[in-house]
């Protein structure tokens, strides 16, 4: 496998090897030994399974005070796989990076504890996996507005359908203005 650096510190794009032939292909998804030997050695406590179709987006979400690190992949499809770093005093503090995840190029994205995540579906529809460090707190779920002016992320959809929960999502102005607030 190979594991490439992004520009968000800690974010990690994995090239696993796939065997294939006539008959299909094999991946390795995840090996303990392998992954530590990269830097991610974090437990996983649970692993989730979404299907979305074309255009929907989901996201940009974290937890607040139980980040979630994940080993994110596409089984079937393809998406549009954004992270931001939302760590104050991180060196790339409200920087983006977004990767194309894809059944045919097999690529993982470690997102470690403390970014925000978002997709976007660029096929007809994506089978969308999430290894994850914490588990799922709903109480402690936050969210950024997916297509706030100020983090710039180049979405490849004008306009996505999204939950509720993401259209009154806080900008990223506001979610900096709660930071100091206990």
Known sequence: MEVV???????????????GDARGYFVETWQQERYAAAGIDLPFVQDNHSKSAYG?????????TRP??????VSLGSVFDVVVDIRPGSPSFGQWYGVELTQDNQWQ???????AH????????????????????????GAIRWNDPDLG??????????SNK???????????????AD
């Open 153 to 162: 992320v180049v979405w490849p959809v004008d306009q996505p359908v999204l």
């Open 56 to 64: 929907i987006l989901r996201g940009l979400h974290f937890q607040k």
């Open 5 to 19: 650096a992004t520009p968000i510190a800690g974010v990690l794009l994995i090239k696993p090897k796939i065997w």
């Open 109 to 115: 994205l470690w997102v470690p504890p403390g970014l």
């Open 166 to 180: 993401d259209k009154i999502a806080p900008s990223w102005q506001e979610f900096q203005a709660g930071l100091g």
């Open 68 to 73: 979630q690190g994940k080993l994110v992949s």
């Open 118 to 141: 978002g997709f976007t579906v660029t096929s007809e529809s994506a089978h969308f996996h999430y290894k994850c460090t914490e588990y799922y707190c709903p109480e402690d779920e």
